[in-house]
T-cell receptor, first 116, second 112 residues
Framework: GAVVSQHPSWVICKSGTSVKIECRSL??????MFWYRQFPKQSLMLMAT?????????EQGVEKDKFLINHASLTLSTLTVTSAHPEDSSFYIC????????????FGPGTRLTVT | AQSVTQPDIHITVSEGASLELRCNYS??????LFWYVQSPGQGLQLLLK??????LVQGIKGFEAEFKRSQSSFNLRKPSVHWSDAAEYFC??????????FGKGTKLSVKP
């Protein structure tokens, strides 16, 4: 099956700094990727839809200037958490749609972000 | 409004016993339905999906789910649970090729 990777798998950063999370589709080209956020013992909440070559579409309540998404190529989308605060600590999961197989999303393993 | 409800937050079953996890959805269009499993600190693994056709779908690891349109349900079942099935299970609904709406999840614990 298709594989989606995320890097890093976990990261600790200090308040006020920025951190970048990468999401890669390893064996297919993904025109669409999604970024989800999962709080402890909670469900996944969609943050934004990332489309290659265009601006991301953010869900209501998600600050686009704080969570910068760049989908620069068909295999890479990045999420940058700018000026991170402790409340940004969460589990971030990306997923990608294989346009040849649009019936399911392939999820990355997630990135655990801890802001101290 | 589009939503997915998993009424059971936590279920405990004995190893070897049968399992049913409930999922109800509210969706305006033709629903594409999914069940995912998540182990602690891990991403999501697709167990099975339903798009059309036979309402009883088979998945990996011995899981199956039945789509009942009249009840807006897509319950997950397994006839005999193994200790390795202990995890968090998420039901999701979405359009073809679009983002998914997830339920809050059901945590499954397995007693030896």
């Amino acid at each position: 099956g298709a594989v989606v990777s995320q890097h890093p798998s976990w990261v600790i950063c200090k308040s006020g700094t920025s951190v970048k999370i990468e999401c890669r589709s390893l064996d297919f080209q993904a025109t669409t990727m999604f970024w989800y956020r999962q709080f402890p013992k909670q469900s996944l909440m969609l943050m934004a839809t990332s489309n290659e070559g265009s601006k991301a579409t953010y869900e209501q309540g998600v600050e686009k200037d704080k969570f910068l998404i760049n989908h620069a190529s068909l295999t890479l989308s990045t999420l940058t958490v700018t000026s991170a605060h402790p409340e940004d600590s969460s589990f971030y999961i990306c997923s990608a749609i294989d346009p040849g197989l649009p019936y399911e999303q392939y999820f990355g393993p997630g990135t655990r972000l801890t802001v101290t | 409004a589009q939503s997915v409800t998993q009424p059971d937050i936590h279920i405990t079953v004995s190893e070897g016993a049968s399992l049913e996890l409930r999922c109800n959805y509210s969706y305006g269009a033709t629903p594409y339905l999914f069940w995912y499993v998540q182990s602690p600190g891990q991403g999501l693994q697709l167990l099975l999906k339903y798009f059309s056709g036979d309402t009883l779908v088979q998945g990996i690891k011995g899981f199956e789910a039945e789509f009942k349109r009249s009840q807006s349900s897509f319950n997950l079942r397994k006839p005999s649970v193994h200790w390795s099935d202990a995890a968090e299970y998420f039901c999701a609904v979405g359009p073809l090729g679009g983002n998914l709406i997830f339920g809050k999840g059901t945590k499954l614990s397995v007693k030896p």
